[in-house]
């Protein structure tokens, strides 16, 4: 049986890290990981992390990264360009984080299938409670690094997500559990398919645009047992 290659869609966050967990289980082989950042920030739209340090995931994870800048205007033109540096290294298959949002799921489809491209979602249609249960069981590490300043306070950033994060939100009215409707975002920082782990030292807390951002400033990139 011919072995199944793909790319894997990746924001920084908790929902593209479980789809590449269970793609990596169900036996596809992930060449790259590709991420986009904003042209004028160099940081992920919406999720806040610096370019630097999805790097650093990337070299956490042992999976090359394939990082594009984007603007609020380019984003599909660059989006399609990116597919087409995979599809001439053989990679026809994309792997994405989608859960519930159909807008979303059709628009990356007919992109992809526009180029040449098809879409795995290993999570899609998945309950979002067991997604993020199993995401904090199987032992990956991440924290809430974006916030609606209407829907979650200052206090929400910078926080660990596990078991007690889960219950928390539970009690918060209007917030899917995975935060699939823009809510929050978050960085995955160490895990079960990381071969090294990320440690952040400093951060603090802005206020832009309606939503809490963690600025994470000081970060160093380690070995299991100790510091790289």
Known sequence: MQEKIAACSWSSGKDSCLALYRAIQSGVKIKYLMNFISREYQRVAFHGAPAELVDFQSQA???????????????????????????????????????????????????????????????????????????????????????????????????????????????????????????????????????KHIDITKTDKVLINGYWFLDIQEYKLKDKGGEQ
């Open 61 to 195: 994870l042992g999976i090359p990264l394939l990082q594009r800048e984007t603007t609020k205007d380019n984003y599909e033109e660059v989006f399609r360009k990116t597919l087409r540096e995979l599809k001439k290294n053989g990679i026809c298959q994309l792997v994405r984080g989608d859960i519930f949002l159909i807008d979303l799921r059709d628009w990356v489809e007919d992109v992809c299938a526009s180029e040449g491209m098809g879409v795995i979602s290993p999570i899609w249609g998945d309950s979002s409670e067991d997604l993020l249960r199993e995401f904090v069981g199987i032992g990956f590490k991440s924290v809430l690094t974006s916030a609606q300043a209407e829907k979650l306070n200052k206090d929400w950033v910078g926080r660990t997500i596990d078991e007690k994060f889960i219950e928390d939100l539970k009690s918060v009215p209007g917030v899917d559990l995975c935060g699939e409707n823009g809510e929050f975002h978050s960085f995955v920082y160490d895990g079960p398919i990381f071969k």
